[in-house]
């Protein structure tokens, strides 16, 4: 079935679109390929047809597997059209780092793209550029670390977070249940405390609902049908699914005003208790001497929009995807719990543990590396005119720098498919890095909570892997666990089932 076959059984929204695409195709001629302009070579790639451009060869639900493909047949760096835009695709570590690391001015700006302008109209931090980009993520970054993200403050967040996980797995008494939830609510947690200075119980229907409501526009940016608006904008008043992420904003950032409401009538300028305090507080200072700042409440919500939603979901699932690797290899999961049992005993871990945890690491950096939990990445997009590798590209050209390329080049790992906690170790059982390891990206725009998010994985992993066997449903083998993930922004396992058994009763 080709594409267009497909798209046209899906729902009438999608139908409706392609079918206006075509015709529009049939009045207008946009583009021509094949240009090697007057400054330089421009990276080759599939020659586009005119408005569709590389439409009919894309999986849009899959659209890295596409590419990736693509670059064994045109190279490490290729031009694709995705409908009438124009973008260059960047594959393998040796591209990609020279790219993000070596030349991170010119490949420094976000490409911001009708979805996720929709979401932030400019203003936060994963969606902006400019002065208003350099001035939230300073403060952001300077703030995190005055709220100690990264050191004890941060470690004893989270040590007090698996206690509550820890229950509430417990509470399940070995039966199957699906770990989305708990694991998106404690590392959801850890944020708020961060953000607002205190936690949420499970059972708060605004907390179920801020998070659930982020997961579910995680999952809508990744279908086909908001890959084809991103194409093609003028068509998205008929889409439902922006309709529903459009929806799901709304009543996200309500949420988020009530609590900065209720937080900004006891803030105390000198006594912080998370980020929005320390925000209001810069923004009364500002606001007493500058007309023009940046700290206002639009850029205050999206702020807390983006730190919410990048720093639950792709830690969570990288989570999930842990535990249900361990359920899939008991053998692995067997050598991790000996290592914690003979390192840390009954004992609650520590950071200080992870050093003498070289086994328990390797398998979370091969965990991170095997999820592949945005394998697109955030495109980029590139701030003047860049000769680069015998390639030009011009100014404002957006650019995706494939993470997955990255995390499983067959130049840089040994066996890039297939879960192997080896990739990381030497041969003495010593935790090794790897350059190619990059799932924070890399660059100007690497993840501002890359530490935080490293401080969680390892103590939610050992404290969930100390107390607790995670195994397959009865009547399902570890062989019947699936590994493919749901089709979505970023990659999540597919909706599956564990058990937990309590390894002390």
């Not at 290729?78 to 409908?83: P, R």
């Not at 080049?409 to 080896?422: A, C, I, L, Q, R």
């Amino acid at each position: 079935m080709t594409l267009v076959e497909e798209l046209l059984l899906q729902p009438v929204s999608t139908g409706i679109l392609l079918g206006a695409v075509l015709m529009v195709l049939l009045v207008v001629y946009l583009f021509s390929s094949d240009s090697d302009t007057d400054t330089g070579k421009e990276p080759p790639g599939p020659k586009p047809f005119p408005v569709l451009g590389n439409l009919l060869q894309l999986d849009l639900s899959r659209p890295y597997v596409t590419l990736c493909s693509m670059s064994k047949q045109y190279g490490s760096i290729f031009t694709v059209y995705f409908g009438p835009k124009k973008v260059v695709v960047l594959t393998g570590y040796q591209t990609v780092k020279q790219a993000l690391v070596n030349h991170a001015e010119e490949f420094g700006d976000r490409d911001i793209n009708p979805i996720f302008y929709d979401f932030n109209e400019g203003f936060g931090i994963l969606f902006s550029n400019g002065e208003n980009w350099k001035e939230m993520r300073r403060f952001a970054l300077s703030t995190l670390r005055d709220l100690g993200m990264g050191k004890r403050g941060s470690e004893e967040r989270i040590i007090e977070e698996t206690w509550y996980l820890r229950e509430v797995v417990e509470n399940f008494k070995g039966k199957p249940f699906d770990t989305t939830q708990p694991l998106n609510y404690a590392v959801s947690n850890i944020i708020s405390a961060i953000v607002c200075g205190s936690r949420f119980e499970y059972s708060d229907p605004q907390f179920q609902k801020m998070v659930n409501r982020s997961n579910e526009n995680i999952r809508i940016t990744g279908s086909a049908s908001i890959q084809l608006y991103n194409m093609f904008p003028w068509f998205g008043l008929w889409l439902k699914d922006r309709k529903t992420i459009m929806t799901n904003r709304e009543k996200t950032l309500k949420d988020i005003m009530q609590i900065v409401h209720s937080l900004q009538e006891t803030l105390n300028p000198q006594e912080c208790r998370g980020i929005i305090d320390c925000f209001l507080a810069c923004k009364q200072k500002m606001e007493a001497g500058e007309k023009n700042s940046l700290f206002h409440e639009q850029n205050l919500l999206h702020i807390i929009s983006n730190l919410f939603a990048a720093g639950t979901e792709t830690t969570s699932t990288t989570l999930r995807w842990g535990i249900l690797l361990m359920a899939k290899y008991p053998h692995i999961q067997d050598q991790v719990q000996q290592e914690i049992d003979r390192v840390v005993g009954g004992r609650q871990p520590v950071l200080d543990d992870r050093k003498n945890l070289p086994y328990t690491d390797a398998v979370i950096h091969e965990t991170q590396r095997l999820a592949d939990i945005v394998p697109m990445n955030l495109p980029h997009t590139t701030t003047c005119d860049v000769n680069f590798q015998g390639f030009f590209i011009k100014k404002g050209t957006c650019v995706f720098p494939l993470l997955t390329s990255v995390l499983k080049d067959e130049n840089e790992w040994e066996s890039p498919y297939t879960f192997n906690p080896g990739h990381f170790l030497d041969e003495q059982g010593h935790f090794i890095k790897r350059d190619a390891f990059m799932p924070f990206s890399g660059g100007r725009r690497v993840c501002l909570g890359e530490s935080l998010a490293r401080m969680e994985l390892f103590l939610f992993f050992t404290t969930l892997l100390q107390h607790f066997r995670f195994t397959p449903p009865p009547g399902v083998s570890e062989e019947q666990l699936d590994l493919t993930p749901a089709v979505g922004f970023t990659l999540s396992p597919s909706p599956h089932k564990l058990s937990a058994v309590n390894r002390f009763a």
